[in-house]
């Protein structure tokens, strides 16, 4: 019984740690236009005027429409985007998001050390 809940509790931090480590997407403040978020080439949050949030991987421009591109089901889908229909069009801050990712990273490292030295037998929990 000491084995299994030892090894348990291995998987448990395992996965933890793969959670906690995931990156985050910080998206710019400023509203932007469509063909700015085409130039931008990367991911992109767009509001709808009735409040849908809607996240695309990027927009590309064909034949003078836009078009959002997001994966689904491991293909890539195509959605029409109007321009009266959007509120605000925001492109993703690579620089935040990489300090975001790499904040979050330090800052879960303590209780991520916290479990390596009670699951080695620190003594913490008896």
Same mark, same amino acid.
């Given at each position: 019984?000491? @084995?299994? =809940?030892?090894?348990?509790?291995?998987?448990? +931090?395992?996965? %933890? &740690?793969?959670?906690?480590?995931?990156? &985050?997407?910080?998206?710019?403040?400023?509203?932007?236009?469509?063909? !700015?978020? /085409?130039?931008?080439?990367?991911? /992109? $949050?767009?509001?709808t =005027?009735? !409040? *849908?949030?809607?996240?695309?991987?990027?927009?590309?421009?064909? =034949? =003078? *429409? +836009?078009?959002?591109?997001?994966?689904?089901?491991?293909?890539e889908?195509?959605?029409?985007?109007?321009?009266?229909?959007? $509120? *605000?069009v925001?492109?993703? !801050?690579? @620089?935040? %998001? @990489?300090?975001? @990712?790499?904040?979050? #990273?330090?800052? %879960? #490292?303590i209780?991520? #050390?916290?479990?390596?030295y009670?699951?080695?037998?620190?003594?913490?929990?008896?």
């Amino acid at each position: 019984m000491k @084995t299994i =809940n030892h090894f348990l509790r291995s998987i448990a +931090f395992f996965l %933890s &740690c793969l959670i906690i480590l995931q990156g &985050c997407t910080v998206y710019k403040g400023t509203n932007l236009t469509l063909d !700015d978020a /085409v130039r931008s080439d990367g991911k /992109v $949050k767009v509001i709808t =005027n009735y !409040d *849908t949030k809607l996240k695309y991987k990027r927009v590309e421009m064909e =034949n =003078n *429409t +836009f078009y959002g591109v997001k994966k689904v089901k491991g293909e890539e889908v195509k959605d029409k985007l109007y321009k009266e229909d959007l $509120k *605000t069009v925001k492109i993703k !801050d690579k @620089t935040l %998001s @990489t300090i975001g @990712t790499i904040f979050i #990273a330090w800052l %879960s #490292a303590i209780p991520i #050390a916290i479990g390596i030295y009670a699951l080695l037998g620190g003594g913490f929990w008896g």
